[in-house]
Nanobody, 126 residues
C-alpha cells in the first residue's frame, strides 16, 4: 500500500519560514518524481514545485520561484519543501504527490500524478 504522509504545516507570520516533509512508503521512492501542489480556499489546485528522480532537476511555480526549495532524500524516502519569505497568499493546504512516467510537459499537471498525501495546512497569521 502506497502512503504519502505530509508534516510540518502550521501557523506562521508573513515573512517567516516553514519546512514541509513528505514521507513515502510502499513504492520505490528513488525512481519516482515528487511534487508539491497547494489549494487555497476557493481556488484550483496549483503547482508549487517538483523534482525529477532521474536528474534531481527542479521546477517551480512562478509564484514561489526564488522563495521555495524542493529537495529529496532517497535514503529517508522523504521529500521536502523549504518555504521562505512566506506571504499571505501562500495560505493553502499543501499536498505532496508522486508518480513515475512524467515528462517535462506533464510534471506540472496534477492530473498526471498517481499518489497523493492527505495534505497539511499552512496559514499565515496577520
Amino acid at each position: 500500500q502506497v502512503q504519502l504522509v505530509e508534516s510540518g504545516g502550521g501557523l506562521v507570520q508573513a515573512g517567516g519560514s516553514l519546512r514541509l516533509s513528505c514521507a513515502v512508503s510502499g513504492i520505490t521512492f528513488s525512481i519516482v518524481d515528487m511534487a508539491w501542489f497547494r489549494q487555497g480556499p476557493g481556488k484550483e489546485r496549483e503547482f508549487v514545485a517538483a523534482i525529477r528522480w532521474t536528474t534531481d532537476s527542479t521546477y517551480y511555480g512562478d509564484s514561489v520561484s526564488g522563495r521555495f526549495t524542493i529537495s529529496r532524500d532517497n535514503a529517508k524516502n522523504t521529500a521536502y519543501l523549504q518555504m521562505n519569505n512566506l506571504k499571505p497568499e501562500d495560505t493553502a493546504v499543501y499536498y505532496c504527490a508522486a508518480s513515475g512516467g512524467l515528462t517535462i510537459h506533464t510534471i506540472r499537471n496534477y492530473r498526471h500524478y498517481d499518489y497523493w498525501g492527505q495534505g497539511t495546512q499552512v496559514t499565515m497569521s496577520s
